[in-house]
């Protein structure tokens, strides 16, 4: 069984900062590409920011010059560095990975339970 688990969400006013967390556990061989993505309230869940296990990047435009995603494969854990939050940016942020279970194995993709981003005055 593979776990991803999310920290570092709360309540942050207009212009501040977060860091967010996914730390991977369980049953891992390796993990590829790994993601972030979100979902605002009435809203579909979209994607903020990926990374390779090599580490190139793509973000939404949105978030871009803003947010920088980042990981530590040593510690099967990404991390999603938030600067100049928006109220727009107001959602639940989940992580999403993909991963080899065993060396012969093909990769499934798992997500976090999610962590909520609050951005008011």
């Known amino acids: 069984q593979v776990q991803l688990v999310e920290s570092g969400g709360g309540l942050v006013q207009p212009g501040g900062s977060l860091r967010l967390s996914c730390a991977a556990s369980?049953?891992?061989?390796?993990?590829?590409?790994m993601g972030w993505y979100r979902q605002a309230p009435g809203k579909e869940r979209e994607l903020v920011a990926t990374?390779?296990?090599?580490?190139?990047?793509n973000y939404t435009d949105p978030v871009k010059g803003r947010f920088t995603i980042s990981r530590d494969n040593a510690k099967n854990t990404m991390y999603l560095q938030m600067n100049s939050l928006r109220p727009e940016d107001t959602a639940v942020y989940y992580c999403?990975?993909?991963?080899?279970?065993?060396?012969?194995?093909?990769?499934?993709?798992?997500w976090g339970q999610g962590t909520q981003v609050t951005v008011s005055s």
């Open positions: 990374i390779t296990s090599g580490g190139s990047t």
């Open positions: 999403n990975a993909g991963v080899l279970r065993y060396w012969y194995s093909k990769e499934y993709r798992y």
């Open positions: 369980g049953s891992i061989f390796s993990i590829k590409a």
